[in-house]
């Protein structure tokens, strides 16, 4: 097995340990936005299953955009992974490189290519090459955060290809990097080094050298994924079945305070048989995570015997089709309201879930103090001349368009896209464009990259104000951090400012608080380059450019084929949603800027394109990217709301 060239040090594990871990619930870091080689690989397999005959005319751009993102996601590949995988890479590339057409007209080749590839990547072989990526991406301390993540999102992509448990893994790595004792003892168990685990006798630390914690981190990687019997429960309220307890196959309902009742007795009836996972009283998961109230119904779905990388997600797909089917074919659309959360049964014991389960919140808490929206109401009516310019059959149907497109994309993907793409349509006559994507290369391309540039910019100075690993004085590290941010972030009343000119004059400071190896550092120090070294600037404005033409093709394929009756990949509808609202919010800004104050949408379009293109003017006449972005040095700019 090959191993690392050189021995990573304590901050490099410790630092590999902190963004490693697999966080299902909170993801502190930013959604990748590239598609790795599993997720493209998958989006391209579903192109090719597509049952439309292909037509140049309407489909060669979504197949040409799909080709293209497989071939980034294959040039982005770490160097050991694409050893590993190389002879099927090369195959894969070869057949993108004959282009849509060709492709599309023999599709048989490389979809025979793509199924080889992800079998490859599905090996234990494979996981273990991503690992040694992993590992000498974060030894570079020249890594940008965004090459770390990307690394760490294949890492967990490839696990999950492989049948692995992303969390269970995550919490096995990430426990023995940091020398945890508990995490030590465990692993060792599963490998077979101790006979029995005894949780209450392990130390807090194992005391194991770097170089035996990462062969054991290895030995993990390479164990062949274990099978284990998974039983998933989940709670419905407003629903009933007939009788105590109803069996639909491997799904099973029951009355759930009749449940929770008979499995809390001592002695529970002889015609009751309960399930093993209920027997267990001394698991602080089970019946004491049920619901409370009377009104309630659990379901139970056996997965059987098997390896899986994430099992409630697979039962939470199974349970919600079948009651979802229900309630339409039955017309009770609002019947049958699955709780949030669900309790995880393996081999006969619960061994995690929720913490409880409980009504999914519809509304975000709104504390009165904090509310800025009459001072935005106030604004606005200022600029409109008051408010019987709400009146104006103008600024009523883009107020319409608003509220439809906010309801459409709530919280789904898929309208998000339709409806979105709808909205740039019919904004793009305004300023005499015939289409969505002519629209928004023309006027959002630039100002996205912008945005992009700051929020970058403002991400990585609060990252290392915020970040709780300091250098060795915490106390004094923690104070000076503390006066830093006092001339950076300006709390008001109800809004937050952030002064990006101060921000960047303190980066050094800053960065010299932090430990070297960790995110907040690291994130730093590439902002540091980015912005003193004019060559520099402009590859990272190029390549926010060219991310945004990929996001854009991906969007024009995804919506295309919700449209059409084509494919797309969870992932890709995803990514697409994202990119889409950031578009709609934009260009919806632009317009309500015009028609409040009565002015002409095209002259207001234009305005905002100009003032996009003075800070490329700046760039490109030599004064570097800041004097480019803040050539005014007006300090101060809120950064809450929300488009």
Known sequence: MESTSEQPDEEVLSECSDVLRWRPFSNPYPVQRRLDITLAAEEMLAWLSDHRRFEPRHHRTGWASVLKELAQAVDDLGPRLRKALEPHLQLVRTECDRGPVLVADDRTVLRSHLAALLSQIGERGSLYAAWLDVLGRFQDSNATVESCLAIRSLFWNIAKSGGRS????????????VDDGLQVHLAMFELGDIQEPRVREYPSRANLS????????????????????????????????????????????????????????????????????????????GITRFPENNDFVLTRTDLGRQSLSNAPRVAGEIVDAIVD????????????????????????????GSMSFHEARSEVDVIPSMDAVIDEMEEISSRAGGASRFRDSDVRKWSETLNWWREASAGHDAGAVLVGVRVLDSIAPHVQLADWDSYARRYLLWSNVRGELLHAIKRSIEDGIYSNRLTRDGQATAEAKQAIERKIVKHGRKMTYFNYE???????????????????ARGLRALRRRLSDPSQSQAWISLLR?????????????????????????????YAAKFVRNLVGSSMYIVFDAVLAGDDILARHDSFREDQTKWRERMRA?????????????????????H
């Open 166 to 177: 992303q969390q269970g893994l995550s919490q096995s790595i990430c426990g023995v990097l």
């Open 210 to 285: 770097a170089g035996e914690r990462l062969h054991l981190v290895e030995r993990l990687i390479m164990q062949e994924p274990t099978a284990h019997h998974h039983v998933i429960w989940h709670a419905f309220t407003k629903a009933t079945i007939d009788g105590m307890q109803t069996q639909l196959g491997d799904l099973t309902l029951y009355h759930g305070p009749w449940l929770v009742d008979v499995a809390k007795m001592e002695t529970p009836p002889t015609w009751v048989e309960l399930p093993e996972e209920l027997k267990d009283r001394e698991s602080i998961w």
């Open 325 to 352: 089917l229900a309630k339409y074919r039955s017309g009770r659309r609002h019947n049958w309201t699955r709780l949030d959360g669900h309790l995880h049964a393996v081999d006969g014991r619960f061994a995690g």
């Open 502 to 520: 101060e921000a960047v004059s303190q980066m050094e400071a800053i960065e010299r608080l932090n430990e070297p190896h960790t995110v907040a």
């Open 546 to 574: 060219d991310d945004w033409t990929t996001r854009a093709a991906r969007l024009a394929r995804v919506r295309d084929a919700l449209a059409h009756g084509g494919p797309a990949t969870e992932e890709s509808l995803s």
């Open 622 to 642: 030599g004064l570097g990217l800041t004097p480019a972005l803040f050539p005014d040095l007006e300090g101060f700019d809120s950064e809450d709301g929300d």
